[in-house]
């Protein structure tokens, strides 16, 4: 004979109180980030895109093949960090830094006298400029497989982890009140430098170097927008350059120079130019048998965007100068008129020849 289960008792549910839980386990009651607010960038890339620049506190992306005006991008975000008072840490591994382009685009340096010689000098203006031989100096004694620096260099090169230490290592510092500024880091670009396997074997593996961005998981994941919170007192954002390649085994798939950690874990990536072919314009100016380019007109869409959700697409023309809309070069030309005669080394009165190499500014559907 089955037994008879006995009978179900209610019982009395205790009132909860959330916001008292939550303040027993140090939890925010009200958690909230800062307004959003953005790195600026020049007025064509707002009309193309319709974003003012990059979004402050977040990882941004800026992707294409070579040429397509990538480098603009991030002479324009250096220029944006300054306007808005960030200190900008510029990470430049590509090995093409230009003093004088970035200057041109807008980027503040500032005049010293050397006292002894009474020479006067540039420095950067409210950035830093580290490139691959300061990582080189500062971490070659240092071991990544075990986390501690050696009495000597573990290898011959500047490796990916030591992009990741430099970042983490200043973020320490910030905490620490050393820098009590917000900070933009720059980087340009993924893909440049080999990882720490790869250089102690004397060898470039792709696929170890793309595990080696793992070594950034924390930097985007938890330190750059844990800083939008209204609990901490700075603000700081990542913002990388990276070229790309066609995989054409598998379809019109794109890929990432250095791998496809980067591309998951930005909020925001730009592409410029094409994606079968580069995708530009040439724009060049003429006289007396001498040419001069000063300009490449690319298509520009925003890729993905997790942060307003706005992804558009249009053109940009990138110049010496910054970027400018392609519907306004006109106006530029004669802004800059004795910039291109002196490029041209002509006369200022020398009529100009002003031609564009046609491109296909092809607008193919993208897989990833």
């Known amino acids: 004979m ?13 009132e909860f109180d959330l916001d008292a839980f939550l303040e027993s386990e140090n939890f925010n009651t009200e958690p909230k980030d800062k307004e959003l607010s953005w790195i ?19 990882v941004s992306l800026v992707r294409g093949y070579s040429n397509t005006g990538k480098s603009t991008a991030f002479y324009e975000a250096i220029a944006g960090a300054q306007k808005v008072g960030d200190f900008a840490v ?16 807008g980027v503040k340096f ?6 002894e010689t009474g020479e ?36 011959g090169e500047p490796v990916i982890e030591d992009v990741s230490l430099f970042i983490s290592e200043m973020i320490q510092k910030q905490e620490d009140g050393i820098i009590p500024r917000d900070m933009c880091f720059l980087w340009d670009s993924i893909g440049t430098l080999n990882c720490y396997k790869s250089a102690c074997s004397n060898s470039s593996n792709n696929m170890w170097n793309a595990g080696a961005m793992g070594a950034f998981q924390a930097i985007v994941n938890f330190k750059i927008p844990s800083s939008r919170s209204v609990d901490s007192p700075y603000t700081n954002t990542m913002i990388c350059v990276q070229k790309i390649w066609l995989d054409s085994m598998n379809g019109t798939v794109v890929k990432h120079k ?8 930005s909020r925001i990536i730009v592409h410029l130019g094409g994606i079968l072919t580069h995708g530009t314009k040439k724009l060049t100016a003429k006289a007396l048998n001498q040419d001069f380019q000063f300009g490449t007109e690319a298509k520009i869409r925003c890729e993905k965007n997790h942060v307003t959700g706005i992804e558009r697409n249009g053109t940009i023309a990138s110049t010496p100068h910054g ?5 306004e070069l006109d106006e530029y030309k004669k802004q800059n008129r004795q910039f291109i005669h002196d490029a041209l080394n002509v006369d ?18 993208i897989r990833e």
């Not at 250095?258 to 874990?265: A, I, L, Y």
């Open 120 to 155: 006067i000098k540039e420095k950067p203006d409210g950035f830093m400029l580290v490139r691959s031989k300061d990582l080189y100096a500062m971490y070659k004694n240092y071991n990544h497989q075990d986390s501690k620096m050696m009495t000597k260099a573990t290898r």
């Open 90 to 105: 510029v990470i430049e591994t590509e090995g093409n830094w230009n003093s004088e382009h970035a200057k041109q685009v």
């Open 258 to 265: 250095g791998g496809e950690f980067m591309f998951f874990n």
């Open 110 to 115: 500032k005049e010293v006298v050397d006292t």
């Open 40 to 58: 600026p960038l020049s007025k064509a890339w707002f009309d193309a895109l319709k974003l003012p620049g990059f979004p402050r506190g977040y």
């Open 2 to 14: 089955a037994k008879k289960l006995p009978p179900k008792t209610s019982i009395e549910k205790k």
């Open 348 to 365: 200022y009165d020398t009529v100009i020849d002003y031609t564009v190499e046609e491109g296909q500014l092809e607008g193919d559907d």
């Open 323 to 327: 970027y400018v809309n392609p519907d």
